[in-house]
């Protein structure tokens, strides 16, 4: 069974703190993606990669990194935590190099709070 | 730009039907429709490809005009399970996916 993991379900942090969400696939996809998700808004994307070290900005990068050293591991990084960047956060992997015809498969998602 | 869906809710009975619409303004090579359930991960449902080419769910069906950069999701004989917020993402080409801002639907018995 596919599968896509990530690291908490739920998280809190202090503005200013450098968090790590982490996001592993067993699947031995290609592509991996972070979306953040807030009502009203939809699914956002913030950065994706194509590949082990390759990274391309999303919809939404500012405030966010992001690094991707093997291929089954894909980490978003807030640099300095603020109350802005509180929201559902889901990673996505797909296949191949054709990005644009596979499905994505979702983690569970992990709820950041920032006091 | 995000693609706009319609309508933003939805309400129904077991057994009817309903037709959810995702408008893109630029031009698309795929769309993606996906639905989550309260709580949980999205889940992938249909791919409809430029060109004509669908894969996905059996019992659901969708369309997806490419002049007018439009697709449509159709769900009929609903069920308490099609309860959920489905998502419809588009393509141009690249990896990149944009996904719309999501339509709410509930079943009730």
């Known amino acids: 069974d596919v599968k896509v993991t990530q690291s908490s379900r739920y998280l809190v942090k202090r503005t200013g703190e450098k968090v790590f969400l982490e996001c592993v696939q067993d699947?031995?996809?290609?592509?991996m993606f972070w979306y953040r998700q807030d009502p009203g808004l939809g699914l956002r994307l913030i950065y994706f990669s194509y590949d082990v070290k390759m990274k391309e900005k999303g919809d939404i990068p500012e405030g966010y990194s992001v690094s991707r050293e093997k291929k089954e591991r894909f980490s978003l990084i807030l640099e300095s935590a603020s109350t802005n960047q509180t929201s559902m956060y889901l990673c996505?992997?797909?296949?191949?190099?054709?990005?644009?015809?596979?499905?994505?498969?979702f983690g569970p998602g992990t709820r950041l709070t920032v006091l | 730009q995000q693609p706009v869906q319609s309508p933003q809710a939805v309400i129904l009975r077991e057994g009817e039907d309903a037709v959810i619409n995702c408008s893109s303004s630029k031009a698309l090579y795929s769309v993606h429709w996906y639905r989550q359930k309260h709580g949980e991960a999205p889940v992938f449902l249909m791919i409809?490809?430029?060109?004509?080419e669908q894969k996905g769910h059996e019992k659901i069906s969708a369309s997806f005009n490419e002049k007018k950069q439009q697709s449509s999701l159709y769900l009929t004989a609903s069920q308490l399970s099609y309860s959920g917020t489905y998502f419809c993402?588009?393509?141009?080409?690249?990896?990149?996916?944009?996904f719309g801002t999501g339509t709410r639907l509930k079943v009730l018995a």
């Open positions: 699947m031995d996809h290609e592509n």
């Open positions: 409809l490809l430029k060109g004509g």
């Open positions: 996505a992997s797909s296949r191949g190099l054709a990005g644009a015809y596979n499905e994505q498969f």
């Open positions: 993402g588009t393509s141009s080409g690249t990896y990149k996916y944009i």
